[in-house]
């Protein structure tokens, strides 16, 4: 089947633009992470979507940073003003929640690149 | 001390050999346990869950020790393509964000 999608695959802005990600998850997976992994090191967790509750945007490293998740699928990761520490790859997960072990299944990631 | 420890390596080992890799985990509340691999420029990739009673599959083979708090992972006549990033993933339960990355393992098979 599908698995989880992401959008654009690369994507290189000058310094102070505005970005926008797209991730769409497996379909009827719940819970919805965004990662972010700069050249050589780990995943960074940004913020999570659980079905309706709120999300958890702990992970959000600004206030430059956002997401939302429009109809319990979908979800856009907005960073505005970018910056060149911005530069990283972004992932995308989705797990189903409540149910066997919630494995995390992810994208292929968008490849941000600021100028 | 870090949530999700693991050496981060080089393991650099000839082709056919057997590695083990651990990770500990420092909430005993854990619920779940998991491997992924990650190949450079990729995303990570699950290999599989870590059950109470160990699993298998094929050439792979996962242990849990709740008591001492670590997983590992056993590769049995490892393969030039199994030259790869070993994370190390632990879901501490509770409300919200629970999942754990560790660092990642890197391994280099050699022919």
């Known amino acids: 089947g599908a698995g989880v999608s992401q959008s654009p695959s690369n994507k290189v802005t000058e310094k102070g633009k505005d970005v926008e990600l797209r991730c769409d998850p497996i379909?009827?997976?719940?819970?919805l992470y965004w990662y972010r992994q700069s050249l050589g090191q780990g995943l960074e967790f940004l913020i999570y979507f659980q079905g309706n509750s709120a999300p958890d945007k702990s992970g959000l490293p600004s206030d430059r940073f956002s997401a939302e998740r429009t109809g319990g699928s979908v979800s856009t990761l907005t960073i505005q003003r970018t910056q060149q520490e911005d530069s990283a790859v972004y992932l995308c997960?989705?797990?189903?929640f409540g149910q066997g072990s919630n494995e995390q299944y992810f994208g292929p990631g968008t490849r941000l690149t600021v100028t | 001390r870090k949530e999700v420890e693991q050496d981060p390596g080089p393991f650099n080992v000839p082709e056919g050999a057997t590695v083990a890799f651990n990770c500990t985990y420092s909430n005993s509340a854990s619920q779940s346990f998991f491997w992924y691999r990650q190949d450079c420029r990729k995303e990570p990739k699950l290999l599989m869950s870590v059950y109470s009673s160990g699993n298998e599959d094929g050439r792979f083979t996962a242990q849990l020790n709740r008591a001492s708090q670590y997983i590992s992972l056993l590769i049995r006549d490892s393969k030039l393509s199994d030259s790869a990033t070993y994370l190390c993933?632990?879901?501490?339960?509770?409300?919200?964000?629970?999942?754990?990355f560790g660092p990642g393992t890197r391994l280099s098979v050699l022919p």
């Open positions: 993933v632990v879901n501490m339960g509770g409300y919200g964000q629970n999942f754990v």
């Open positions: 997960a989705s797990s189903k």
């Open positions: 379909s009827g997976h719940t819970a």
